[in-house]
């Protein structure tokens, strides 16, 4: 069986990758499933397991980047769980491709924690397009500000106490996570999102699928090492 395409849209929260893979899925006249990082983390990976979990520190846990400063920016940790949890996530999509489906995937393909490292493995031997969107840090700033995570949690059911020391946290994730998902610089196409709007990102990203295969994991797995 011919094994299925699998684009891997990367990049922080505000770049526009939800929107673009959804944008994918419908349009395309082909069979695509479609699954994300939202999906993984707020659907399928336990709660209490995740970074506002009490347990965070056995799943995906949020610590200060400098412990001298513990009210400074933040950054993610994985514990074994979160570890499992990710291999899990990239073991799905490689499954996908091998049962012959197209899936579009999108993800935050960071180097620390090694999320990049294991996906360019557990899919190896399968057709992969790598695709990076990435917009200016102030225009993430300004995209996330105007989304107002406040107004979305459920104040009446954690508390306002609650809300607020997550928005605090999200917001203190904010510049670790810009640097982590954009430290890998390689991909097979790389989009700024300011410059260009969903529509002409989707086309961009068909175009390029339509040139031929992916060859960034190829070359990113000369890069890293296999995990132990």
Not at 97 to 114: A, E, F, K, T, V
Not at 159 to 185: E, K, Q, S
Not at 198 to 220: D, N
Request: net charge negative.
């Amino acid at each position: 069986m011919k094994p299925g395409q699998i684009i891997i849209v990367n990049g922080t929260s505000g770049s526009g990758k939800s929107t673009t893979c959804e944008l994918l899925a419908r349009e395309s006249e082909d069979f695509w499933l479609l699954y994300g990082i939202d999906h993984f983390l707020s659907g399928t990976l336990p709660a209490q397991f995740g970074h506002h979990g009490p347990r965070s520190r056995e799943g995906i846990y949020a610590h200060p980047l400098d412990e001298a400063e513990p009210d400074g920016p933040l950054r993610w940790s994985f514990g074994p769980q979160g570890i499992r949890a990710f291999a899990t996530l990239h073991e799905w999509v490689a499954a996908a491709s091998r049962q012959g489906c197209n899936i579009i995937l999108d993800h935050l393909m960071m180097i620390d924690p090694p999320v990049l490292q294991d996906a360019i493995w557990r899919m190896q031997g399968l057709p992969v397009l790598l695709v990076t969107l990435k917009p200016p840090f102030e225009v993430l700033q300004q995209r996330l500000a105007q989304r107002k995570y406040d107004k979305k949690l459920p104040t009446d059911v954690l508390g306002a106490d609650t809300v607020r020391i997550i928005t605090d946290r999200l917001d203190r994730l904010r510049p670790w996570f810009y640097d982590a998902v954009y430290a890998n610089d390689i991909c097979d196409l790389e989009i700024d999102t300011e410059r260009h709007a969903p529509e002409v990102v989707r086309a961009m990203i068909e175009h390029r699928l339509a040139q031929g295969p992916g060859t960034a994991f190829e070359a990113l797995r000369d890069r890293f090492s296999r995990l132990a």
